[in-house]
């Protein structure tokens, strides 16, 4: 936690016509990794992209990929997304009891790859509890997961400190993603009660410039994140 802020952006939101184009543009522009939103229309009314783009996403960059599977049946599937190159699977807390988190951390990292689970805007933080320290990461969504382009929910802020809490209070120190309407205005929020990775989909991909906009939201996150530092140290 408190890692200098990446940013991870959505592909759900590039041009697919030119994703090859985009990919190479983050990349220049210091992206932190490359989210890759997997959706099967049962767990969230979305369908997206599968394995085949993963494996090509593995040959067209050199930036870890980052697996977010929304789906409902994540330990039959993650040997399929591990095999064709994810470097960061996230499974869903909302699938799977206690030990299914369990075997789903340890089958992450058993194929070398790095294991985060993802909460929705309703799922309590407890329910990490058994994994905390087994983490890499904790992804923290700040909309419904399903779609692209929604409205960051007020005061998931909140949620990302009590995760950082629950996470101090038993010695761990996973990072913290936060997805879902992530932009400069929002970035602050999450960043100063200690989010490490942000994910941005339109505030990258749907503007003129997607690598300055992809810059300033990294700086206001940094900004805010050098300044909860501050304020931690002076407490």
Same mark, same amino acid.
């Given at each position: 936690?408190?890692?200098?802020?990446?940013?991870?952006?959505?592909?759900?939101?590039?041009?697919?016509?030119?994703?090859?184009?985009?990919? /190479?543009?983050?990349?220049?522009?210091?992206?932190?990794?490359?989210?890759?939103?997997?959706?099967?229309?049962?767990?969230?009314?979305?369908? *997206? =992209?599968?394995?085949?783009?993963?494996?090509?996403?593995?040959?067209? *960059?050199?930036?870890?990929? %980052?697996?977010?599977? =929304?789906?409902?049946?994540?330990?039959?599937?993650?040997?399929?997304?591990l095999d064709a190159g994810a470097d960061?699977? *996230?499974?869903?807390?909302?699938?799977? %009891? /206690?030990?299914?988190? !369990?075997?789903?951390? #340890?089958?992450?990292?058993?194929?070398? !790859?790095?294991?985060?689970?993802?909460?929705?805007?309703?799922? #309590?933080?407890? &329910?990490? /509890?058994?994994?905390?320290?087994?983490?890499?990461? &904790?992804?923290?969504?700040?909309?419904?997961?399903?779609?692209?382009?929604?409205?960051?929910?007020?005061?998931?802020?909140?949620?990302?400190?009590?995760?950082?809490?629950?996470?101090?209070?038993?010695? !761990?120190?996973?990072?913290?993603?936060?997805?879902?309407?992530?932009?400069?205005?929002?970035?602050?929020?999450?960043?100063? $009660?200690?989010?490490?990775?942000?994910?941005?989909?339109?505030?990258?991909?749907? *503007?003129?410039?997607?690598?300055? $906009?992809?810059?300033?939201?990294?700086? !206001?996150?940094?900004?805010?994140? +050098?300044?909860? +530092?501050a304020a931690r140290k002076e407490a």
């Open positions: 936690m408190f890692e200098p802020v990446k940013i991870a952006p959505s592909i759900l939101s590039a041009d697919f016509m030119n994703l090859g184009r985009d990919i /190479a543009l983050i990349e220049e522009a210091g992206a932190g990794y490359v989210h890759v939103d997997v959706m099967d229309g049962h767990f969230v009314p979305n369908l *997206t =992209m599968g394995v085949p783009i993963v494996k090509q996403l593995k040959k067209a *960059t050199s930036l870890p990929l %980052d697996v977010h599977l =929304m789906i409902d049946n994540p330990l039959e599937q993650l040997p399929w997304f960061l699977v *996230t499974v869903h807390a909302e699938v799977l %009891d /206690a030990d299914g988190l !369990a075997r789903a951390v #340890a089958s992450i990292h058993a194929a070398g !790859a790095k294991a985060a689970v993802s909460l929705k805007p309703r799922t #309590a933080p407890g &329910v990490l /509890a058994p994994v905390i320290s087994d983490v890499d990461m &904790v992804l923290v969504m700040s909309v419904e997961p399903g779609f692209s382009g929604q409205s960051y929910i007020e005061r998931s802020e909140d949620k990302v400190a009590r995760v950082a809490a629950l996470a101090r209070s038993v010695g !761990a120190s996973p990072l913290i993603q936060v997805d879902g309407g992530i932009g400069e205005a929002t970035a602050p929020l999450v960043a100063g $009660a200690g989010a490490d990775v942000l994910v941005c989909g339109n505030a990258v991909f749907a *503007t003129e410039d997607p690598a300055r $906009a992809l810059a300033e939201v990294a700086a !206001a996150a940094e900004e805010a994140r +050098l300044a909860a +530092l």
